[in-house]
């Protein structure tokens, strides 16, 4: 495992709207954790904020006790240059692509001991990958195998926008996608494609990909057209799509990225902002099943017989 000293990274490493046929599945009992669960975090527009949903997401579920790796795989490099422009330098997920790589060697550990990260990487090559899936499908499988043999409970994949190419093999790959949206009005259109989109993976390619849930980012609320949005979209997708909790549109989240951080490492007590993450990973956890076993489930090695 490499390290790479920056501000987050530890310091010795540094038409018509119709609303699809979907549904999200909640389990009624949560299971202790057996594999590894891979979530991504895709969106069909630009702009909505996946990648602080990402790293803010993905701080949040570490600070909860979950082993957590955050994957870049959005070829502006978006959840590296988040944190710093030394990750330009690191090798990443592009490079597993298309060399002969394996995923350990491309981990970066931070400060917080349950949180990894692996960069974009060399994303240059994004523009060399084959327009046919397949070219990359395999790469793909290859290093969620690989991951699966390593001690993470949840990987977080930041997607660049669009289900298409890359990323429609990437999300049909997944456990589970979480669709930020922007709350303004031309985001309801997309929100409905996407949704379609995956719905498609499922019945036409057999993938077993299951939606956590659609998040409404940059809510305003104070702004009657972003909450108009909010209540449209309630009207629209299924009760259990559209998750309770939303992200506002908050300055903090700007400065956080400025400084390299997640929002709950930017001020000596943790602002408003970074608890809205906090509840957004309790809310997300049993939607992708991720229990810890109580303390009388646990299983002890006592020092003597």
């Known amino acids: 495992m490499r390290t790479v000293p920056y501000a987050f990274i530890c310091p010795e490493a540094q038409a018509d709207l119709k609303p699809p046929k979907f549904s999200v599945s909640i389990p009624g009992q949560l299971v202790k954790v057996l594999l590894l669960i891979t979530l991504a975090i895709t ?13 803010n ?8 006790g979950w082993q957590t790796l955050l994957i870049d795989s959005d070829p502006q490099n978006s959840v590296g240059l ?7 330098r690191c090798p990443g997920y592009y490079d597993f692509l298309h060399f002969n790589c394996d995923v350990d060697e491309l981990i970066i550990p931070t400060r917080l001991p349950e949180l990894h990260l692996v960069t974009a990487g060399l994303t240059e090559t994004f523009f060399k990958l084959e327009p046919d899936a397949s070219h ?8 969620l195998g690989q991951l699966d043999g390593l001690n993470y409970d949840v990987v977080l994949v930041d997607t660049a926008a669009g289900l298409m190419g890359h990323t429609r093999e990437l999300v049909r790959q997944s456990d ?6 922007q709350s303004e009005p031309l985001g309801i259109r997309s929100i409905l494609q996407l949704l379609e989109g995956i719905s498609l993976l499922k019945s036409d390619e057999g993938s077993a990909v299951e939606l956590a849930g659609v998040l ?12 108009e949005v909010a209540r449209d979209l309630r009207r629209l997708v299924p ?10 549109r908050e300055q903090d989240f700007v400065k956080a990225s400025t400084h390299g951080v997640p929002v709950a490492l930017l001020y000596h007590k943790l602002p408003p902002a970074a608890l809205v993450f906090d509840q957004l990973a309790a809310e997300l956890e049993p939607r992708l099943t991720l229990q810890k076993l109580a303390y009388g489930e646990r299983e002890f090695t006592r020092l003597l017989d």
């Open 216 to 227: 409404l980012t940059m809510v305003d609320p104070r702004g009657e057209e972003s909450l």
């Open 239 to 248: 009760g259990d799509v559209l998750l309770r909790t939303s992200i506002p």
């Open 82 to 88: 988040s944190l710093s422009e030394k990750t330009r």
């Open 57 to 64: 997401l993905a701080h949040s579920l570490a600070c909860r």
């Open 136 to 143: 990359y499908a395999g790469a793909l499988a290859r290093m």
């Open 43 to 55: 969106s069909q527009k630009g702009g909505v904020g996946k990648t602080t949903v990402a790293i």
């Open 176 to 181: 589970y996608v979480l669709a930020p949206q």
